[in-house]
């Protein structure tokens, strides 16, 4: 199987230094000369407003109340306002956009996956390559908004995910080991169930099944690319492929050891329910930090491999989405400045890392391990053996499949067999359109 390129860069660049950046040294504003005329006393110095507002339609729940405050921050700083729309969660964000869009609404600033995802974009993305920051970013994270060589967003941040566990609980159940394979992670859980801990907390969020947990088994393919562009064309499918068979081993463990009300669990609860250590361990990723610290900031976590064999499983990492900057928007420089300062400041730096607890996707930004919390740093000590992320391979609408399928078989609806045929139809009914 193939693995992640960029992982070693991660390694090399990312790894806790303890030596991160602090503090604001917000350069001071320059008064106009006045060529020795007098004039009244100045007012104190402040940044001129300019009459402009940039709106930023974004996805990622998990940062938007961190994402408002850096919005005020960056209006205080330049005189430009940033409006941020948040839809994520549970909702269509991609429905939403194209509705916005539709709408005629051009935000100076959204989300997109790349790959497939971006295709449907090309005609209002910009090209950025040539933005200052570009040259500091892992190589490989410039992949998913690649297009002909040139670069259409900005990465985001770099996030992995697993299996988060309570290294408290494991301690009380006796497990002295990280599971790395499934017969280990098997014995973990009863050894949980011994001592009365619920093993794992489930959510029934379509994009939590839908797009991380089937990406396992895709990630798993000798060839992910290939197998991806084989099922679109029709010339391979899920059913009746090893891997996804192995894969449907690891679903059952966690699907039949999980809450009793898991078939009613949104995302916000599971990670609530987790954080008071209502269960073990969930899958999901560094993203979760910042909500787990609001209920137990002291939480001593972990993150273990996704194993669906015998062989030694992996956690999962890349890039979850980029910043493109439409070009059929009002105010696109001014969008394009903001990404600036964002990466660059070190007002933007100190959200990057300590309020949205995110492992940067450039090379040049430092970070703290009390910064980026427990599970990030979990995250960087185990990328040297990560695989990829390829939901974005897919045309849109396909993950959205996969995700109803997933509940379906969560909520006992249906057999194996018949989950892996819905994932192919997934497939073949969007790219059949």
């Keep these: 199987m193939k693995r992640l390129a960029f992982i070693s860069a991660i390694v090399c660049t990312l790894i806790i230094a303890g030596c991160g950046n602090s503090g604001n040294n917000n350069a001071a504003v320059n008064g106009n000369a006045n060529n020795g005329k007098e004039t009244a006393a100045p007012e104190a110095t402040t940044t001129p407003k300019k009459d402009v507002t940039i709106k930023m339609f974004q996805f990622k729940v998990e940062i938007a109340e961190q994402l408002n405050a850096l919005a005020e921050e960056y209006e205080k700083e330049t005189g430009v306002k940033v409006e941020v729309e948040t839809h994520g969660g549970g909702e269509d964000y991609g429905a939403l956009l194209k509705a916005e869009i539709a709408s005629g609404s051009e935000p100076e600033i959204f989300n997109n996956g790349g790959y497939s995802a971006l295709v449907p974009y090309m005609d209002r993305a910009t090209d950025l390559s040539a933005e200052p920051w570009a040259k500091d970013l892992i190589p490989t994270s410039k992949m998913p908004a690649t297009v002909d060589g040139k670069l259409y967003g900005m990465p985001m941040n770099v996030e992995g995910y697993g299996l988060i566990y309570n290294k408290a609980l494991f301690e009380k159940a006796g497990i002295t080991a990280e599971p790395k394979t499934l017969p280990e992670l098997k014995a973990a859980v009863e050894k949980l169930k011994a001592a009365k801990i619920t093993p794992f907390e489930a959510t029934n969020e379509w994009w ?30 899920i059913k009746g492929n ?5 894969w ?18 949104d995302y916000a609860t599971q990670v609530a329910d987790f954080a008071s250590g209502k269960a073990a361990m969930m899958m999901q990723g560094n993203w979760t930090q910042g909500d787990i610290d609001k209920i137990d900031p002291a939480l001593d976590l972990g993150i273990l491999p996704l194993p669906i064999s015998d062989a030694e499983g992996t956690i999962l990492v890349g890039v979850p989405n ?33 309020e949205f607890k995110f492992i940067p996707a450039l090379t040049n930004i430092e970070t703290k391990a009390e910064d980026i919390g427990k599970v990030a740093v979990a995250v960087q000590e185990k990328s040297s053996t990560a695989l990829g992320w ?14 109803a ?17 819905k994932l192919d139809k997934a497939v073949q009914d969007i790219v059949k359109q």
């Design 405 to 421: 399928a997933m509940q379906e078989y969560l909520g006992e609806q249906i057999s194996r067999d018949q989950l892996l045929e």
């Design 208 to 237: 939590s099944m839908g797009i991380h947990m089937v990406n396992v088994g895709l990630a798993h393919q000798e060839d992910p690319k290939k197998f991806i562009e084989d099922l679109k064309a029709g010339t391979q499918t």
């Design 242 to 246: 090893e891997v996804f068979i192995q």
């Design 248 to 265: 449907l081993d690891m679903v059952d463990l966690i699907f039949s050891n999980a809450q009793k009300d898991k078939m009613t669990t």
């Design 322 to 354: 980029n910043y493109i900057v439409n070009s059929k928007s009002e105010h696109p420089e001014e969008a394009k400045a903001f990404l600036t300062w964002l990466v660059s400041s070190e007002s933007g730096k100190k959200y990057l890392t300590k």
């Design 390 to 403: 390829n939901w974005d391979m897919f045309p849109d609408g396909v993950t959205q499949g996969f995700g």
